[in-house]
């Protein structure tokens, strides 16, 4: 256990203040124990994966954070057993040079294999839950830690969200086993490929980022009149949405800073830090967007990142 840990170091945003505990848990016995001693101490505990969703506070975290790092990789056929801690990228690299299929679509999705599942993570018509055969995760709210493992549709998957989500810290993901299929290496090399072509041309990589800050609105609940003057930019991810990305856009905010928090010019849904932004900024401009959306459309945006 490691105490005073600059976060900066471990947000994929280069933001935040320190850990008063850090540990790394490589088990579900070392996971409890991080656990119990939060709870002993009675400070919270906040589970850290590759820190590419999250956006910690300027005055760092008063309790332990604690950075599952299960990292086992097996196949068994078209199974694959995966530890939480590992990259999406070690995974889909894993994947590729074995000929199994399914997982191009997250191909340049970063984070770790437990952040994907617990937020459902998707891109190009792919979600995580597509694939997900078995999640196991330890339940650490009770007394004694309690092992559960769920089939895929028991995981109460939905856009971005699941029943980790959904029961918020109560229960950390073990490891998870993906269904896939027979494919042809080359092929899905090839796919994946393309998708971090995609996604270097279209994401603003130069600066620190936690990726797009809002969800998509899902056409549902957009109100009916303006249908028809979204109807060119609606795209299905994965039923239909107005990219939020356009909303902000059209909203004229490209490029509005506070500070060194900056709507990127590139891809308006990404908050970058354009140098030394401080977590304070990067909400107020948050909240500069929402208000200035909200005002023009009548529609409220609501965060896909999380707030440490
Ligand atoms: C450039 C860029 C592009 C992105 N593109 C996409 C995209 O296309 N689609 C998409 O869905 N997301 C995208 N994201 C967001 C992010 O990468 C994903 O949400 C990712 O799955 C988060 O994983 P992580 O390990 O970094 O989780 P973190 O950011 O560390 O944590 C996110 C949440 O997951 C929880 N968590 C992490 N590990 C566990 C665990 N083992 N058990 C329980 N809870 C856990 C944390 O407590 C936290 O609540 C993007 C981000 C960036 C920076």
Same mark, same amino acid.
């Given at each position: 256990?490691?105490?005073?840990?600059?976060?900066?170091?471990?947000?994929?945003?280069? $933001?935040?203040?320190?850990?008063?505990? *850090?540990?790394?848990?490589?088990?579900?016995? #070392?996971?409890? !124990?991080?656990?119990?001693?939060?709870?002993?101490?009675?400070?919270? &505990?906040?589970?850290?994966?590759?820190?590419?969703?999250?956006?910690?506070?300027?005055?760092?975290?008063?309790? %332990?954070? $604690?950075?599952? =790092?299960?990292?086992?990789?097996?196949?068994?056929?078209?199974?694959?057993?995966?530890?939480? +801690? /590992?990259?999406?990228?070690?995974?889909?690299?894993?994947?590729?040079?074995?000929?199994?299929?399914?997982?191009?679509?997250?191909?340049?999705?970063? +984070?770790?294999?437990?952040? !994907?599942?617990?937020?459902?993570?998707?891109? *190009?018509?792919?979600?995580?839950?597509?694939? %997900?055969?078995?999640?196991? #995760?330890?339940?650490?709210?009770?007394?004694?830690?309690? %092992?559960?493992?769920?089939?895929?549709?028991?995981?109460?998957?939905?856009?971005?969200?699941?029943? *980790?989500?959904?029961?918020?810290?109560?229960?950390?993901?073990?490891?998870?086993?993906?269904?896939?299929?027979?494919?042809?290496?080359?092929?899905?090399?090839?796919?994946?490929?393309?998708?971090?072509? @995609?996604?270097?041309?279209?994401?603003?990589?130069? &600066?620190?980022?936690?990726?797009?800050?809002?969800?998509? /609105?899902?056409?549902?609940?957009?109100?009916?009149?303006?249908?028809? !003057?979204? !109807?060119?930019?609606?795209?299905?991810?994965?039923?239909?949405?107005?990219?939020?990305? &356009?909303?902000?856009?059209? =909203?004229?905010?490209?490029?509005?800073?506070?500070?060194?928090?900056?709507? #990127?010019?590139?891809?308006?849904? *990404?908050?970058?830090?354009?140098?030394?932004?401080?977590?304070?900024?990067?909400?107020?401009?948050?909240?500069? /967007?929402?208000?200035?959306?909200?005002?023009? @459309?009548?529609? =409220?945006?609501?965060?896909?990142?999380?707030?440490?």
């Amino acid at each position: 256990m490691d105490e005073n840990v600059s976060l900066k170091e471990h947000s994929n945003y280069r $933001i935040g203040g320190p850990a008063k505990f *850090f540990v790394r848990a490589d088990d579900a016995g #070392s996971l409890w !124990a991080a656990v119990a001693f939060a709870k002993e101490r009675r400070v919270p &505990y906040f589970v850290l994966g590759g820190g590419t969703n999250v956006l910690v506070s300027d005055d760092g975290f008063d309790g %332990v954070v $604690i950075k599952p =790092a299960i990292q086992f990789l097996e196949t068994n056929d078209m199974m694959v057993r995966v530890g939480a +801690g /590992v990259f999406m990228s070690e995974l889909l690299e894993f994947v590729a040079g074995r000929g199994l299929s399914g997982l191009e679509w997250a191909g340049g999705l970063p +984070g770790t294999v437990g952040g !994907a599942v617990r937020g459902n993570a998707g891109a *190009f018509g792919g979600e995580t839950k597509d694939a %997900v055969k078995e999640i196991i #995760s330890v339940d650490v709210s009770g007394t004694a830690p309690k %092992v559960i493992r769920r089939r895929g549709a028991q995981c109460a998957f939905g856009y971005r969200n699941s029943i *980790f989500k959904i029961n918020n810290g109560k229960e950390i993901i073990l490891e998870a086993t993906f269904e896939l299929r027979k494919g042809d290496a080359k092929v899905i090399r090839e796919t994946i490929e393309q998708k971090i072509q @995609y996604r270097n041309e279209r994401h603003p990589t130069e &600066y620190p980022n936690i990726g797009s800050i809002f969800k998509n /609105v899902p056409v549902a609940d957009v109100p009916k009149e303006l249908h028809g !003057a979204f !109807a060119h930019v609606i795209k299905t991810d994965p039923f239909p949405v107005v990219p939020t990305a &356009y909303l902000i856009s059209e =909203a004229g905010l490209r490029g509005t800073r506070i500070g060194g928090a900056m709507v #990127s010019e590139k891809h308006p849904n *990404f908050i970058v830090n354009a140098g030394s932004a401080r977590a304070d900024e990067v909400k107020l401009l948050i909240g500069q /967007v929402k208000s200035a959306v909200r005002k023009k @459309y009548g529609i =409220a945006l609501e965060e896909e990142v999380l707030y440490l």
